[in-house]
C-alpha cells in the first residue's frame, strides 16, 4: 500500500497536521515540544515579515523576509497559505518545503493564525485540523500579558484577536486543551499516529 499524501480527521496516518488556536495560548512551546520529543515530524519554518525577536534566528524560528520577499512568495504562488496577524505583521507557510517533506512521507505539523488553518482546509481538505485550546480564559490573559514582549496597544489588539480566534473552535477536527505543555504535545504527537517513547519496541 502507497503512503496516503494526507490523512483524514482521525486517521492514524495522517500527513499533514495543522495547529492553531488563540493568541499566546503555547502553540509555538507545545510544537517546539513535539519537535523535541519527536525529531521524525517535520515541523515547517513560516516566512514573516516581523522582525525577530532576541534569540530568534533566522530559518530556524522563521524566515525573517522583507515586505518585498513577502509580496514576491506570494505573487509567484509560494504561498501554500499566509495572513496578516493581529493586524500588523504577514506571517506564511512556505508551499515548495510543505510538498518535498509530504513526499518524503514525513508527518508533518504546520503551525498558523485561525486565517491560515482555514486557508489549508480549502488547500488541503485531508489536513487534520487540531485546536489549542486554554484551561481557561483567565490563563489565556495571563499568558498574553506574562508573556511581556508586546506593548499595551498591542496586547489589547492580541486579546481582541483571541476572543475571535476561541470561538472558532468548532470549525476543528479535534481540540488538545494545554493544560501542561508535555501532556499536550504527547496527545498531538498520538494525533499525528507517532507512538509514544513507551509504545517504541
Ligand atoms: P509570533 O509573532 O508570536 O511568533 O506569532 C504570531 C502569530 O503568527 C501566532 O499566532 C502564529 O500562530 C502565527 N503564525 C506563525 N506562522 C504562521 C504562518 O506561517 N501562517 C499563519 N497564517 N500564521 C502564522
Redesign the pocket.
Known amino acids: 500500500m502507497s503512503h496516503p499524501v494526507a490523512g483524514g480527521p482521525g486517521d492514524r496516518a495522517a500527513r499533514v497536521t495543522v ?6 495560548v503555547g ?2 512551546t507545545v510544537s517546539a515540544a513535539v519537535r523535541r520529543n519527536h525529531p521524525e515530524i517535520w515541523v ?1 519554518v ?3 515579515t ?1 522582525p525577530p ?1 532576541p534569540g ?1 534566528v533566522d530559518g530556524v ?2 524566515h525573517f523576509v522583507s515586505p518585498e520577499q513577502f509580496d514576491d512568495f506570494v505573487a509567484s504562488g509560494d504561498m501554500l ?3 496578516v ?2 493586524g500588523v ?1 504577514r ?3 512556505l508551499r515548495g518545503p510543505v510538498q518535498r517533506a509530504v513526499a518524503e512521507g514525513l508527518p508533518v505539523l ?8 482555514r ?1 489549508i482546509r480549502q488547500a488541503l481538505p485531508e489536513a487534520q485540523l487540531v485546536f489549542l485550546a486554554p484551561p481557561d480564559w483567565d490563563t489565556l490573559v495571563e499568558r498574553l500579558v506574562g508573556r511581556g ?1 508586546e506593548d499595551a496597544e498591542e496586547r489589547a489588539r492580541r486579546l481582541e ?1 483571541a476572543k475571535v480566534e476561541l470561538a472558532a473552535e468548532p470549525e476543528f477536527d479535534v481540540t488538545v486543551v494545554n493544560d501542561e505543555v508535555e501532556r499536550a504535545a504527547a496527545e498531538l504527537a498520538r494525533l499525528m499516529g507517532i507512538p509514544s517513547a513507551g509504545q517504541r519496541s
Not at 504546520?110 to 488553518?117: I, K, R, T, Y
Open positions: 495547529l492553531a488556536g488563540p493568541t499566546a502553540k509555538g515547517s513560516s516566512a514573516t516581523r525577536r530568534e524560528h522563521y497559505e499566509w495572513a496577524v493581529h505583521h506571517y506564511g507557510t504546520l503551525e498558523v493564525d485561525l486565517a491560515g488553518a486557508q514582549t484577536t
